[in-house]
């Protein structure tokens, strides 16, 4: 059975310090790993897709890396508008859905 | 922009009543997707439909059904809600070929049930 596992479940950060979220999968051929981010009372909205071992996306403040057994979204010199939940997902081979993790809140005080 | 609309944001219902979720896309879909959203647990399909009329069941259909007459338009169904359908509900579209990076949500419907 495809999982995915998200560490921490909540962060909290001042302003400008650096950190990682972590998530962990196991899947029967991955076909694409996904990160979104959701505020309070949206859905989410993607960010990155990561295919393959040692691929790496960035984003403004934000970089995705992918290895074979997990993923991390570092945080670089965050904001307090980076605060949201952060939702990983994996797509297996051949399958018709997505299977989420259960998110990371992420908070960053001023 | 491309749209998902959840008509009902916020719906308040007893236990034991029939509860509709409506959910529209503009994008000419074919997929839609209902999830529910809970604490701890993240995002769980209950439904997804890849066209009119054709429905499969998620992880976790127990409770609930769909409709799909109209391809822009995917309703949730909970024929005799219960307390623990307490949740937060997103609906989703994507195009034929399902992807993370192709698919789209609306912004939720909190349902409780009392």
């Known amino acids: 059975e495809d999982q995915v596992t998200q560490s921490p479940e909540a962060l909290r950060l001042q302003e400008g310090e650096s950190s990682s979220l972590n998530c962990s999968y196991t899947v029967s051929g991955l076909r694409g790993l996904f990160w979104y981010r959701q505020d309070p009372g949206k859905g989410p909205e993607f960010l990155f897709t990561?295919?393959?071992a040692g691929e790496e996306k960035e984003k403004e403040r934000l970089k995705a890396t992918l290895t074979k057994k997990e993923s991390f979204l570092h945080i670089t010199a965050p904001k307090p508008e980076d605060s949201a939940t952060y939702l990983c997902?994996?797509?297996?081979?051949?399958?018709?859905?997505?299977?989420f993790g259960q998110g990371t809140r992420l908070t960053i005080n001023p | 922009d491309v749209k998902v609309t959840q008509s009902s944001r916020y719906l308040v219902k007893r236990t034991g009543e029939k509860v509709f979720l409506e959910c529209v896309q503009d994008?000419?879909?074919?997929?839609m997707f209902w999830y529910r959203q809970d604490p701890g647990l993240g995002l769980r399909l209950i439904y997804f439909s890849y066209d009119v009329k054709m429905k499969e069941k998620g992880d976790i259909p127990e409770g609930y059904s769909v409709s799909r007459e109209k391809k822009e338009r995917f309703s949730l169904i909970l024929e005799s809600a219960s307390t623990n359908q307490t949740s937060m509900y997103l609906c989703a579209s994507s195009p034929p070929t399902i992807s993370g990076n192709t698919i789209y949500f609306g912004e939720g419907s909190w349902l409780t049930v009392v």
């Open positions: 990561l295919y393959s």
């Open positions: 994008m000419d879909h074919e997929n």
């Open positions: 997902a994996v797509q297996a081979g051949g399958a018709q859905k997505l299977v």
